[in-house]
């Protein structure tokens, strides 16, 4: 699953733009995107997404099954998601398998 940071993010309405990790152009992303819904996720967020073309025409492409990593606008409540610690400690693990390997 691709990762990436929410670049900006509007709780008015319900927008933003995913910066992709490996440093791809930015990625609209829908409240309705949002695994765990309105209120989940912040800007400056880490997020893994997945991407579906929104235009054959314009080769555009939008970011959905989205699932924060940070604190969020989750208030408290994680959503049921796991430890944002555990989710870096993956992508570390990762980076220095590829590295290793």
Same mark, same amino acid.
């Given at each position: 699953?691709? /990762?990436? /940071?929410? $670049? $900006?993010?509007?709780? #008015?309405? !319900?927008?933003?733009?995913?910066?992709?990790?490996?440093?791809?152009? %930015?990625?609209?992303? @829908? =409240?309705?995107?949002?695994? %765990? &819904? %309105? *209120?989940? =996720?912040?800007? !400056?967020? &880490?997020? !893994?997404? #997945?991407?579906? $073309?929104?235009? #054959?025409?314009?080769?555009? +492409?939008?970011? +959905?099954? +989205?699932?924060?990593?940070?604190? &969020?606008?989750?208030? !408290?409540?994680? @959503? *049921?998601?796991? %430890?944002?610690? #555990?989710?870096?400690?993956? $992508?570390?693990? /990762?980076?220095? /398998? @590829?590295?290793?390997?």
């Amino acid at each position: 699953m691709p /990762t990436g /940071t929410m $670049k $900006k993010w509007n709780d #008015e309405q !319900g927008i933003g733009f995913i910066e992709p990790d490996d440093g791809g152009d %930015d990625l609209f992303c @829908h =409240v309705s995107g949002l695994l %765990d &819904g %309105d *209120g989940s =996720v912040r800007q !400056g967020d &880490g997020c !893994g997404f #997945e991407t579906i $073309k929104i235009s #054959e025409r314009l080769r555009t +492409v939008r970011a +959905v099954n +989205v699932e924060p990593w940070g604190d &969020g606008g989750c208030r !408290g409540d994680d @959503h *049921g998601r796991s %430890d944002p610690s #555990e989710a870096l400690l993956s $992508k570390i693990s /990762t980076s220095l /398998t @590829h590295l290793s390997g």
